[in-house]
């Protein structure tokens, strides 16, 4: 009885013990032309404007995102995992330009600025948030292209989440429109 006793004490530090243990944040990973959209299952580098990766734990490989609302509403969703190790975005202060927002300019999403709802529509012609490594960069963007400043911790469940009528982006998408073919 008294070895039982020492085995359960034994293996209750140990478990003790683990939960302590901080896991290493995982490094943001380089965009390559593989990356495939977590939605749309699409190549993500076909698609304008900021994308996103999440890291969850125990998987080695990032959740891509054409979209950075879509990795928001990833994180917001209840259907989603809460297994999130990291969450990256482009940081758009240093992207070339909204056609070349970088593959390996990355920002941890925590820390990042965003525009939430701007008259610029992310790659999949949704509303999106727009994210950018200073404050400054957000609010010079959000005053030419309107919006809110806000923080991820700030991006509401109802921006990401709602039903979007893309219809108007993707009328640009038809034939003989003055959008891309």
Known sequence: MIRLGFVFLAASLLVG?????????????????????????????EHDGPKAQIHLAGNPFPVWFTQVRDAVAFKLSPEETDEIAAIYVNDMDKAVSWTQPGNDNWIDADEAWFVTGSNQAGG???????????????REF???????????????????????????ALQLLKPGSNGVH
């Not at 243990?21 to 580098?45: D, F, R, S």
């Not at 999949?124 to 957000?138: N, S, V, Y």
């Not at 959000?142 to 108007?168: F, H, M, Q, T």
């Open 17 to 45: 013990c683990q939960e302590e243990i901080e896991i290493a944040k995982p490094a943001a990973i380089k965009l390559t032309p593989e990356a495939a959209g977590h939605y749309c299952q699409m190549t993500v580098l």
């Open 124 to 138: 999949m012609g949704a509303p999106e948030t727009i994210p950018f490594g200073t404050e400054t960069g957000a």
């Open 142 to 168: 959000a005053d030419k292209n309107g919006g809110d400043v806000v923080r991820l911790a700030d991006i509401s469940e109802d921006y990401v989440l709602a039903p979007v009528d893309v219809s108007s």
